[in-house]
């Protein structure tokens, strides 16, 4: 089991940037898949982000492309999201996730995919 600790939300203006980042501690994060989630209030958890063991391989959903960017320093423990031109429907909990499952394109956008899941950290957009 991996702990994590996302950090880097706030509240930023249309237009704006933020970088996330998530803290693995317990095991080493290079073990693990990582993807990033978002939650808005009445909505189901959505999928943002998933990045590889070595981050070769990285995969968005397609409001994000263009705009947000998955990494990962493996000798830091981390992983980040960093957004940019952020819009008020970006507005959420951001939460990052770890697997040890094997890449799968189909499916790393599966909540029951991830094992293990940070508490969130609150991204608000004004217009």
Request: overall charge positive.
């Amino acid at each position: 089991q991996v702990h994590l600790v996302e950090s880097g939300g706030g509240l930023v203006q249309a237009g704006g940037s933020l970088r996330l980042s998530c803290v693995a501690s317990g095991r080493a994060v290079s073990r693990y898949r990582m993807g990033w989630f978002r939650q808005a209030p009445g909505k189901e958890r959505e999928f943002v982000a998933a990045i590889s063991l070595s981050g070769g391989s990285t995969y968005l959903v397609d409001s994000v492309k263009g705009r947000f960017t998955i990494s990962r320093d493996n000798a830091k423990n981390t992983a980040y999201l960093q957004m940019n031109s952020l819009k008020p429907e970006d507005t959420a909990v951001y939460l990052c996730a770890a697997t040890p499952a094997p890449w799968q394109l189909s499916r790393v956008t599966l909540v029951d995919l991830y094992n293990d899941w940070g508490q969130g950290t609150q991204v608000t957009v004004s217009a």
